[in-house]
């Protein structure tokens, strides 16, 4: 069964850039079998979608945030991350890794709770 | 962007009642269409996907259907568990978009 591990920065000023890892277990990234995705939820609000990486690298991110947004994979390290720099209390969310496969996201991290506060 | 409109936002229900949670897009999606349930706290679960197909380990009380730009999801006879949120979420573009959430409540 594959598990998925968010960790990374918690408290983030404004403008500056959050920055996050997910760690995958019990499968490999380099096997092709997903995509690995990033959706956020700010508090008491729903799901939004940010993207995700490829295990060949390929991005793709949401128009909204794609000026903001970096997504990379180390498959040596079975990880990958996000990057959203320019941050605003609006970021300010739960933010889940997910496996993506035939568009479905199939097993998801914890979350992690990132808040943009001076 | 494909628009994703659930109804109700909210419901009150009993144990043992259906119940049936409604997804419609703003344009047709064939049968891109996916459930999770999400329990306060705890990260979503897929439910199912491809319109009807249930994911593995998931009770067979829950069942989807539908086509085009109108789904259904139906908990055929409601348990304590399934007090929870449920999101729709398109996967026929790129970019993946979900529903606002209907939160399921105990009457």
């Known amino acids: 069964q594959l598990q998925l591990q968010e960790s990374g920065s918690r408290l983030v000023k404004p403008s500056q850039t959050l920055s996050l890892t997910c760690t995958v277990s019990?499968?490999?990234?380099?096997?092709?079998?997903?995509?690995c995705s990033w959706i956020r939820q700010p508090p008491g609000r729903g799901l939004e979608y940010i993207g995700f990486v490829s295990p060949g690298g390929s991005t793709y991110y949401s128009p909204s945030l794609k000026s903001r947004v970096a997504m990379s994979v180390d498959t040596s390290k079975n990880h990958f991350s996000l990057k959203l720099t320019s941050v605003t209390a609006a970021d300010t969310a739960v933010y889940y890794c997910?496996?993506?496969?035939?568009?479905?996201?199939?097993?998801w991290g914890r979350g992690t709770l990132v808040t943009v506060s001076s | 962007d494909i628009q994703m409109t659930q109804s109700p936002s909210s419901l009150s229900a009993s144990i043992g009642d259906r119940v049936t949670i409604t997804c419609r897009t703003s344009q047709s999606i064939n049968n891109n269409l996916n459930w999770y349930q999400q329990k306060p706290g705890k990260a979503p679960q897929l439910l199912i996907y491809d319109t009807s197909i249930l994911q593995s380990g998931v009770p067979s009380r829950f069942s989807g259907g539908g086509s085009g730009t109108g789904f259904t999801l139906t908990i055929s006879t409601l348990q304590p568990e399934d007090f929870a949120t449920y999101y729709c979420?398109?996967?026929?573009?790129?970019?993946?978009?979900f529903g606002q959430g209907t939160k399921v409540e105990i009457k």
């Open positions: 997910a496996s993506q496969r035939g568009g479905a996201f199939h097993h």
């Open positions: 019990g499968g490999s990234i380099s096997g092709g079998a997903y995509s």
């Open positions: 979420q398109q996967s026929y573009t790129m970019f993946r978009t």
